[in-house]
């Protein structure tokens, strides 16, 4: 019993990866910040998470739920500090026009 629940769950485990691998979406969104937006490059980031898109997304692809500046704070900041990588400063990302 015991070897069909792992079983299950390595099959659920596989279908949820490639389930995300295959959606890719564009390469490039564009997300509010306040009046201003931001090109997220969608596809660089798939790369460097190794399609892991669950990093960002709950369940599943499409839009992250409740977008806003606190979302952005709480799934960018931590990653771009702890990689060392991208904007981690306020003018990083609001950028005065």
Do not use: Y
């Not at 389930?19 to 390469?27: I, L, T, Y």
């Not at 490059?41 to 806003?68: A, F, R, Y």
């Amino acid at each position: 019993m015991s070897r069909i629940i792992i079983c299950f769950l390595l099959f659920s485990l596989f279908f949820t990866v490639n389930s995300f691998a295959a959606n890719p979406g564009p390469p490039v969104i564009k997300l509010k910040m306040g009046s201003k937006m931001l090109d997220f490059t969608h596809l660089k980031h798939q790369k460097l998470t190794n399609g892991q898109c669950w990093e960002c997304h709950d369940k599943t692809p499409g839009k992250i739920t409740n977008w806003s500046e606190a979302t952005a704070h709480k799934l960018c900041i931590p990653c771009h500090d702890l990689n060392e990588k991208g904007p981690i400063s306020c003018k990083g990302c609001h950028k005065k026009s």
